[in-house]
């Protein structure tokens, strides 16, 4: 069943009541060329108005952190880690903003984006683009009971690969650590 926006803001408004997120996740990538999925562990932390951090520590320590209309990554190596502004980077722009309306369901931009296909434990979304760039083929959100959270994201390609990041130790509306505010 597709959702006209209203219909779907009316249904989902819990997650405009979310002011802070912090959680763990599992990412896990499957791709046709290995036999066992590529695995991430790592941390995420969201708090509005526009700040998350996307931050892996397994494998490596690596991340991503938004912070307005800044954009910062950085890597560490040994006990040295490198930061680089990313600000002005496309590609950086185009992640916040996707992050960002999924975390917040802003219906309107979602539904700028893709189709969407209501299920009972959560969302389907479909490109509207279909173009050749367009390698995403289908997401798939799971909602917490509540509806205001995102508890896994399976994101399926059109190659046939397949992403999965589970989110778990998921705190809502608590005061972000002052230490995740810094790259």
Do not use: C
């Amino acid at each position: 069943m597709f959702f006209a926006a209203s219909l779907f803001a009316a249904n989902y408004s819990a997650f405009s009541e979310v002011k802070t997120i912090s959680s763990d996740f599992i990412m896990q990538r499957y791709v046709s060329i290995a036999k066992k999925p590529l695995t991430s562990l790592g941390k995420f932390y969201f708090e509005r108005p526009g700040f998350l951090r996307w931050e892996y520590t397994k494998p490596f320590a690596h991340g991503i952190l938004l912070d307005g209309k800044k954009a910062y990554s950085w890597k560490q190596i040994g006990d040295k880690k490198e930061t680089q502004d990313i600000s002005k980077q496309s590609f950086a722009k185009i992640m916040a903003k996707q992050i960002y309306i999924f975390v917040s369901m802003e219906t309107e931009e979602i539904s700028k984006i893709y189709n969407i296909e209501e299920r009972a434990d959560g969302i389907d979304l479909l490109p509207k683009d279909n173009s050749d760039k367009q390698t995403v083929k289908r997401i798939k959100l799971f909602f917490n009971k509540n509806k205001n959270a995102v508890v896994r994201v399976e994101i399926y390609d059109k190659s046939g690969d397949k992403t999965i990041i589970s989110f778990t130790n998921t705190l809502l509306n608590h005061a972000t650590p002052p230490n995740v505010l810094k790259p």
